[in-house]
Nanobody, 119 residues
Framework: QVQLVESGGGLVQAGGSLRLSCAAS????????MAWFRQASGKERELVAH????????YYTDSVKGRFTISRDNAKNKVYLQMNSLKPEDTAVYYC????????????WGQGTQVTVSA
């Protein structure tokens, strides 16, 4: 199993940047694909970005392409989401999630961190 703890959220003006971090427990972090999801108030949770366990394969939802970058450091058991050119519509609770290779769904979740972008 893996436990996830996010940090780095906060309030930022439109056009600003934030870097989210997710610290994972356990000794098999490199066995997990990692992702960032977000859920805005009144909306369904959506996948923002995904990174394969070897960091060689990433995915971004269209609305964040060119602005967000997902990365991971397997030696530190961390995954990051660098968010640039933030927009008010990026306001949401951001969740870190882990999926063990071979499993279909993300089975491990952090508690979430609030990101608020003011106009």
């Amino acid at each position: 199993q893996v436990q996830l703890v996010e940090s780095g959220g906060g309030l930022v003006q439109a056009g600003g940047s934030l870097r989210l971090s997710c610290a994972a427990s356990g000794r098999t972090f490199s066995s997990y694909a990692m992702a960032w999801f977000r859920q805005a108030s009144g909306k369904e949770r959506e996948l923002v970005a995904h990174i394969h366990r070897s960091a060689g394969d990433t995915y971004y939802t269209d609305s964040v392409k060119g602005r967000f970058t997902i990365s991971r450091d397997n030696a530190k058991n961390k995954v990051y989401l660098q968010m640039n050119s933030l927009k008010p519509e990026d306001t949401a609770v951001y969740y870190c999630a882990a999926r063990l290779v071979g499993q279909a769904a993300y089975g491990y979740w952090g508690q979430g961190t609030q990101v608020t972008v003011s106009a």
